[in-house]
């Protein structure tokens, strides 16, 4: 079972930028408040609750200011959920959830390095109570004509994202300009390309430190120019430096 548990600690109004993350993203707080926005709608998180972030779902958001924000982050890949709910397709939940006491202190006892069949209990107890949130989501649509330059955008930039960008090429590739590039961009995903390329790095080197690889080595294969370069972005998107963040 490809479960990642962390236990995460985010100073009093920690502010992170729009980024997304590639499998299911679940946050149960042990304490403090955070406020998440997506599509431009913005919810609050209070302890004893749970965060349920879709796979590529773009957000931000920041922690109270009166107190730290404690909880365990929990990721699992797309196709585990899809397996455990039944069907091929990806669900839609609730963004805020209301886990029972049983299921809060499951997962509070899973870690990474937890026996299979534990990880295994937790993730089926978080899919059943998101069994009980499903919901249909719309978002207000852009012009199809820029929603379809955007969509090829990113299929571009999810393809080369650790290599440098280039707007330049992309843009003559698709026969439009730099500036009508990046203005479809940002007005379907709500950045520009360049941060969407960055959020993808920072999540692909979330990925090396759970998989054991050491920071050191992280920056070049996430496509930073350095370890400064991917401190620098890691910390501000993620709230802690990589070391902390593969520790916790």
Not at 28 to 49: E, I, K
Not at 188 to 214: E, I, N
Request: glycine share 10%; aromatic share 6%.
């Amino acid at each position: 079972m490809a479960l990642i548990a962390r236990r995460l600690r985010l100073s009093p109004g920690h502010r992170f930028p729009r980024h997304a993350h590639q499998g299911w993203s679940f946050g149960l707080l042990r304490g403090g408040s955070v406020r998440l926005r997506r599509d431009g709608v913005w919810s609050q998180a209070t302890p004893a609750s749970a965060t349920v972030l879709h796979p590529g779902e773009l957000h931000d958001g920041v922690v109270d200011e009166d107190r730290a924000l404690s909880y365990v982050a929990v990721t699992v890949p797309e196709d585990v959920v899809a397996d455990l709910l039944g069907g091929g397709r990806s669900p839609s939940f609730t963004d805020i959830i209301q886990p029972s006491e049983p299921v809060r202190r499951l997962v509070n006892s899973t870690h990474s390095g937890a026996p299979e069949e534990q990880r295994e209990q937790t993730v089926a107890a978080l899919c059943s109570v998101f069994a009980h949130s499903r919901v249909v989501t719309t978002g207000e649509p852009g012009t199809r004509s820029a929603r379809r330059l955007a969509t090829a955008v990113k299929l571009r930039l999810d393809a080369c994202f650790t290599e440098p960008v280039r707007i330049l090429d992309i843009a003559g590739h698709l026969g439009v300009t730099p500036a009508a590039l990046i203005r479809a961009f940002r007005r379907s995903h709500g950045l520009s390309p360049y941060a969407y390329v960055v959020s993808r790095r920072v999540d692909l080197a979330r990925q090396l430190l759970d998989a054991g690889v050491q920071p050191i080595e992280v920056a070049g294969r996430a496509g930073f120019y350095d370890q400064p370069h991917l401190n620098r972005h890691f910390t501000r998107m993620v709230g802690v430096p990589p070391g902390a963040y593969q520790r916790g």
